[in-house]
């Protein structure tokens, strides 16, 4: 039997999937834990330890070494290398990648209410942009 070990974490289902996809192009079998309590109620994913990406204790090193290469955006980096046409996101005043995202206000009010009269939450879709280099903001 297999011994299985937490190599990552996430809050959401589709970021754990993606890593796994990742893990699996690079010859390491993986495997999601957690999942579909999270997809039930996503406001226990801390609670629960997220939604764990799990590997073959055998293999811990090498999953440990892609899966620092993908938090940290290398493997994206080489595809924006490969690929020059890819969509990235540049700030419209000086094009540098370095930005934060922000709900709208509006975005916050609907949530609240939502959750006031129905008592459901969801995630808030970021739409507002603010460079880190020049401080220029913008909307999607």
Request: proline letters at 2%; charged letters at 20%.
């Amino acid at each position: 039997m297999a011994n299985l070990i937490t190599v990552e974490s996430f809050s959401d289902p589709l970021e754990a999937h993606l890593a796994k996809g990742r893990l699996e192009a690079e010859g390491i079998q993986a495997f999601i834990a957690n999942e579909h309590h999270i997809w039930a109620n996503w406001m226990i994913s801390h609670a629960l330890g997220g939604v764990r990406v799990q590997v073959n204790s055998k293999n811990i090193d090498a999953a440990k070494r892609v899966m620092e290469r993908y938090i940290n955006g290398a493997y994206e980096k080489e595809l924006n290398q490969e690929f020059n046409d890819l969509n990235v996101k540049l700030c419209p005043s000086c094009h540098s990648e370095a930005y934060t995202n922000s709900p709208t206000r509006l975005s916050k009010f609907l949530l609240i209410i939502s959750f006031g009269l129905l008592g459901i939450i969801s995630k808030l879709k970021k739409v507002n942009h603010k460079c880190n280099e020049c401080g220029f903001s913008w909307k999607n």
